[in-house]
């Protein structure tokens, strides 16, 4: 599969690396170019000199980006991902992660306006960059909570999160990315605020039922 990662930041570089030790032919882009072909050298991905030119035929598309970077992308690559499955994994966080900048729809909704002719799912947001290539936090596996719209997006995208090691948890409608935003900012609120390493996780336990895939 054919996977374009806009963005080299941890969650970018994290999830291209992941992504590649998977064998998928892994596009990257960020905003500035040079950086994008230094992560790229570094995960055995491929670069792009712009955002458009990474999803240009891309089964996949990631807008790993600050969310505040999400409307000026969606309009570089609005052509470019019509049909194509879009993965969100920002987090609406002021600049000093203070709190969740106030909206009254996720950003994954936001996306699906902004472009109506792809497949939204929001996925990944509530795991830190540097569990994305080994999910584990004393020696339990993390969780991969993801909401969308689209049955078979969602499919796809529950089938990359269980092959990079994380249980694939399905939270509902894109709706629901309300609450996974919300989940993160307090995983990263707590960190902040208590001065700690940034290993914690989310893990849901006792009967998932279906909602595990």
Request: proline share 4%; no cysteine.
């Amino acid at each position: 599969m054919r996977i374009a990662i806009i963005g080299a930041g941890t969650v970018g570089s994290g999830l291209a690396r992941a992504a590649v030790s998977l064998g998928h032919d892994v596009v990257l882009s960020a905003r500035h170019a040079d950086h994008a072909r230094k992560v790229a050298e570094d995960v055995g991905a491929r670069a792009a000199e712009s955002a458009a030119e990474a999803a240009d035929g891309a089964d996949m598309v990631v807008l790993a980006v600050p969310s505040t970077a999400v409307a000026g992308v969606s309009d570089q690559i609005r052509r470019e991902v019509e049909g194509a499955i879009v993965i969100d994994p920002t987090n609406p966080l002021e600049p000093d992660v203070s709190g969740v900048l106030e909206a009254t729809l996720s950003v994954a909704e936001e996306i699906a306006i902004l472009l109506p002719r792809t497949r939204i799912v929001k996925a990944f947001n509530t795991v830190f960059g540097g569990f994305l290539t080994h999910p584990v936090v004393d020696g339990v596996q993390l969780d991969g909570f993801y909401a969308g719209d689209d049955p078979a997006a969602k499919a796809a995208v529950a089938e990359l999160v269980a092959a990079m090691g994380l249980r694939p948890v399905d939270v509902g409608a894109l709706r629901a990315a309300r609450s996974l935003e919300h989940m993160a900012f307090l995983n990263i609120s707590l960190n902040v605020r208590n001065g700690l390493s940034w290993s914690s996780g989310w893990k849901l336990l006792g009967d998932v039922g279906r909602a595990a895939t």
